[in-house]
């Protein structure tokens, strides 16, 4: 069974940065794209970033581009989002989550890590 775990979140003024970690369970982990998506309270869960298998092609939702970057370090199976000039309108919980190898889902979530921007 897959595991993935979130941490890093935490309470932050605006302007200021976090570094979210994902540990990944299992020994696959190299193979698949990761992603790392939001959700505040009220809303839908919206995509932030992703990154390919091997690292090399990163996406960004609008919103956060040039503010996070998203990476991977597959020889400790965790995937990143660093998290730079922050916004009060960023605060949501964030998940990692593993891209599936078919399709364009995603098949297994970590629990979550909420992350709080005051002004």
């Known amino acids: 069974q897959v595991q993935l775990v979130e941490s890093g979140g935490g309470l932050v003024q605006a302007g200021g940065s976090l570094r979210l970690s994902c540990a990944v369970s299992g020994r696959t982990f190299g193979s698949y794209a990761m992603g790392w998506f939001r959700q505040a309270p009220g809303e839908e869960r919206e995509f932030v970033a992703s990154?390919?298998?091997?690292?090399?092609?990163?996406y960004y939702a609008d919103s956060v581009k040039g503010r996070f970057t998203v990476s991977r370090d597959n020889a400790k199976n965790t995937v990143y989002l660093q998290m730079n000039s922050l916004k009060p309108e960023d605060t949501a919980v964030y998940y990692c989550a593993r891209k599936a190898l078919m399709g364009s889902g995603y098949d297994y979530w970590g629990q979550g890590t909420q992350v709080t921007v005051s002004t």
């Open positions: 990154i390919t298998w091997n690292g090399h092609s990163t």
